[in-house]
């Protein structure tokens, strides 16, 4: 068992051939209050020390959003906000109650692709992938979503 690291390209390795695929990581992107600032694996704290963190400030970049409050609409702005990271961004959950969707109204489609079980496939070389939506209901591994290719960085 290790701690997740805000920064490390590591900690998820592929397990089917990754010399066929050497440029291909997954960035660990926060965790306890550290984010990692885009560059090699250099973080920064961005809420201050405290004897009784909450659940939120030493949770991974991962929300459940299976949770009832799960992602709330303070959580949401900052997932989107282009001050903190300017790029482009995905956001996926492998569940979302109706009454979340509801509370987070009309844009939270533009914001959150469906939910499902999420399925990551790399392409030769590890310079594109494409993210896959499972229907999570039916069982039967249904594609309900999927991405255009996407470059890796």
Not at 47 to 72: F, K, L, R
Request: glycine share 10%; net charge negative.
């Amino acid at each position: 068992m290790e701690g997740f690291e805000a920064g490390s390209c590591s900690q998820f390795v592929l397990q089917n051939n990754p010399v066929k695929y050497p440029d291909f990581n997954i960035q660990n992107i926060y965790v306890n209050g550290k984010v990692w600032t885009g560059e090699g694996t250099n973080t920064r704290i961005i809420h201050p020390d405290t004897a009784n963190p909450d659940e939120n400030m030493c949770s991974g970049v991962m929300i459940p959003a299976w949770h009832y409050q799960h992602p709330d609409p303070e959580k949401l702005a900052r997932m989107t906000d282009k001050s903190i990271y300017p790029g482009e961004r995905l956001i996926f959950t492998t569940g979302m109650f109706k009454g979340i969707e509801d509370n987070l109204g009309e844009a939270v489609g533009a914001i959150v692709e469906p939910h499902g079980h999420i399925v990551i496939r790399a392409f030769e070389g590890g310079k594109k992938f494409k993210v896959f939506v499972l229907d999570p209901v039916l069982g039967n591994s249904e594609v309900k979503y999927t991405t255009d290719y996407l470059d890796s960085k």
